[in-house]
Nanobody, 116 residues
Framework: QVQLVESGGGSVRTGGSLRLSCAAS????????MGWFRQAPGKEREILAI????????TYADSVKGRFTISRDNTKNTAYLQMTSLRPEDTAVYYC?????????WGQGTQVTVSS
C-alpha cells in the first residue's frame, strides 16, 4: 500500500521561501509520476506541478511558474516542492500526489500560510 507523507509547511512572510517534502512508502516510487496540488479555503484543488518518473520532465501551473520548483530523489523515495517569492495568495493546504499504474494517491496535506 502506498503512503505519502508531506512535511515542510509553515508560516512565512511575503517574499519568503519554503521547501515541502513528500516521502513515499513502497518500492514503486521510481516508476510513478509525482505532483503537487493545493487547496485554499472555499476554492477547488489546484494542480501546481508535475514531474515525470525520472525527473526529466516537469510541468507547472502559470500561477507558480518561475517561483516554484518540483524535484525528486528516487534514492530517497521523496519528492520536493521548493517555493520562493511566496505571496499571500499562496496560502493553502498543499497536497502531494502520486500516479502509479493509473491509480491516484494523496498525502494528508500540509498547511502553508503566507502573511503580508
Amino acid at each position: 500500500q502506498v503512503q505519502l507523507v508531506e512535511s515542510g509547511g509553515g508560516s512565512v512572510r511575503t517574499g519568503g521561501s519554503l521547501r515541502l517534502s513528500c516521502a513515499a512508502s513502497g518500492r514503486t516510487f521510481s516508476t510513478a509520476l509525482m505532483g503537487w496540488f493545493r487547496q485554499a479555503p472555499g476554492k477547488e484543488r489546484e494542480i501546481l506541478a508535475i514531474i515525470s518518473f525520472n525527473g526529466a520532465s516537469t510541468t507547472y501551473a502559470d500561477s507558480v511558474k518561475g517561483r516554484f520548483t518540483i524535484s525528486r530523489d528516487n534514492t530517497k523515495n521523496t519528492a520536493y516542492l521548493q517555493m520562493t517569492s511566496l505571496r499571500p495568495e499562496d496560502t493553502a493546504v498543499y497536497y502531494c500526489y502520486m500516479n502509479l499504474d493509473s491509480r491516484a494517491y494523496w498525502g494528508q496535506g500540509t498547511q502553508v500560510t503566507v502573511s503580508s
